[in-house]
């Protein structure tokens, strides 16, 4: 079982998202995250599922009008 997640990041009122998965708790992926981001990072939502590799793309892909650089998004 992994999850699929939402993280906000909040840098001077630039918001962005970053849709990704895990295999972990997603507090850990947002910890880690934050070690190389200036914004403020919180999770919005998470997702547990069977097939995260097909949901993260299908996510990702609905979203893709708004991707800005790898898995983040406006």
Known sequence: M???YLIE???DGNITYKIGKTGRHVKNR???L???NAGKLSIV???QTD???EL???V???FSHCRLEGEWFS
Do not use: C, F, K
């Open 2 to 4: 992994a999850v699929i």
């Open 9 to 11: 990041s909040n840098q």
């Open 30 to 32: 947002l910890e880690e």
């Open 34 to 36: 934050a070690t190389g």
């Open 45 to 47: 939502g998470e997702y």
């Open 51 to 53: 097939i995260p590799d």
């Open 56 to 58: 993260e793309i299908s």
């Open 60 to 62: 990702q892909t609905a």
